[in-house]
């Protein structure tokens, strides 16, 4: 585990310049995809890093799926990580593993006793359970969550150092789980500011443009914008990118399905959006509002799971109770009036990403604690390892 003296939470400290060998163990589920993507393309601009990936997706576990006892996600996925770290370990010694999320580490204890690891996640499991209903999740039996506490607890407590998503997560990682909050470091996953930027130049004539980016359009809240756009005595035109939707044609609605994650596409969508809708029902920290943040739109939301951190009710734009057309439909009414406003909370949602959400930057604190945290495992013989 991570000596106070070698790090402090949020301030990795990395060791002097060398080349490190570190393996990356990348969920593939659901948001976790384009995190993943990334990653990948911060890693290949590093001169200091030699990283191999090891994605972990629902077909890379077909060989346990055929047994009854494994046929949930968190075991498919531990179990492919594990099989995964072996085979790769048996002919190449890391300096550090970054895995992401915590169900990939489940099984991995071992490993995590012999290499430094960072375990990633973007909610803990009893963060899932508070916003879990949308998601059709509910509890267990009290015996059965006791259980899955105690696994979780022991995978966390095992890693060198938790790195979560926001810090609405980082703050379950230490009341739930017990973890030490030195060893707890709120690093969003960022996007990509070069990418991802406000248009430029002036404004197309015509309504003014909502855009809501959700692959489940029922949990993300979609069915609650189509009926505040009912609700709505102004002229505006809504994009959404999702996979099946059916709005009624009486509404001005483009649907876009089969873009896929970081397309020309979608940053185009994007840059010509006035504002950004995500009313959703139930979520984490959706890598869509930080792409809004990105491209200098104001948003409404709700404050489920880690919104509120990305969206500042008020600043960069307006939080409404979830599944609440009407409200919904009066956030929107005061942005559409107000251009004004929405160039203020757009302006001050650029300023946010510039400062919290640079996918370079965050990559790059995580790759030092990743140094760092090699360095305080073995503080002798990491000088002297991983590649020349």
């Keep these: 585990m991570i000596e106070d003296a070698c790090l402090e939470a949020d301030s990795p400290t990395a060791p002097p310049a060398r080349r490190w060998d570190f393996i990356f163990v990348l969920e593939q589920a659901l948001g976790h995809v384009v995190h993943a993507m990334n990653i990948q393309r911060v890693l290949g601009e590093q001169v200091d890093i030699e990283a191999t990936i090891l994605p972990i997706a629902p077909d890379t576990a077909t060989g346990v799926r055929a047994l009854p006892l494994l046929r949930n996600w968190s075991l498919q996925s531990s ?21 992401h999320t915590q169900v990939a580490a489940l099984l991995a204890g071992d490993i995590m006793r012999k290499y430094p690891t960072i375990v990633s996640m973007d909610a803990t499991p009893m963060n899932f359970d508070t916003v879990g209903g949308a998601y059709g999740h509910s509890r267990q039996s009290d015996a059965l969550e006791a259980g899955k506490r105690a696994i979780i607890r022991r995978a966390l407590h095992r890693a060198d150092a938790i790195v979560t998503w926001s810090h609405w997560a980082a703050a379950s990682a230490v009341r739930d789980y017990e973890v030490d909050a030195d060893r707890v470091h709120a690093i969003p996953p960022g996007v990509d500011l070069r990418r991802l930027r406000p248009r430029t130049g002036e404004r197309e004539d015509g309504p003014v443009r909502l855009l809501f980016v959700g692959g489940d359009f029922d949990r993300k ?72 943040l990105a491209c200098g739109l104001p948003i409404v939301a709700t404050p489920v799971g880690g919104i509120p951190e990305l969206v500042r009710h008020g600043q960069n734009g307006l939080l409404v109770p979830p599944s609440e057309p009407r409200q919904l439909a009066r956030a929107l009414t005061v942005l559409i009036d107000q251009p004004d406003t929405r160039r203020w909370f757009g302006e001050n949602s650029r300023r946010l990403a510039e400062e919290d959400h640079d996918v370079d930057k965050n990559c790059r604190k995580i790759f030092d604690l990743m140094a760092a945290i090699a360095v305080c495992r073995s503080p002798v013989g990491a000088a002297g390892t991983g590649s020349a």
């Design 79 to 99: 179990l492919a990580a594990r099989r995964a770290l072996h085979r790769h370990i048996a002919t190449s010694a890391p300096d550090a593993l970054f895995v």
């Design 221 to 292: 809240g979609g069915l609650d914008l189509l009926e505040a756009m009912k609700l709505l005595d102004r002229p505006v035109e809504l994009d959404v990118v999702s996979s099946s939707v059916e709005t009624p044609s009486a509404l001005p609605v483009r649907v876009h399905a089969g873009v896929s994650a970081n397309s020309r596409v979608i940053t185009d969508l994007f840059r010509r959006a006035d504002l950004f809708v995500l009313p959703t029902r139930g979520d984490c920290t959706p890598l869509a509002v930080s792409e809004a």
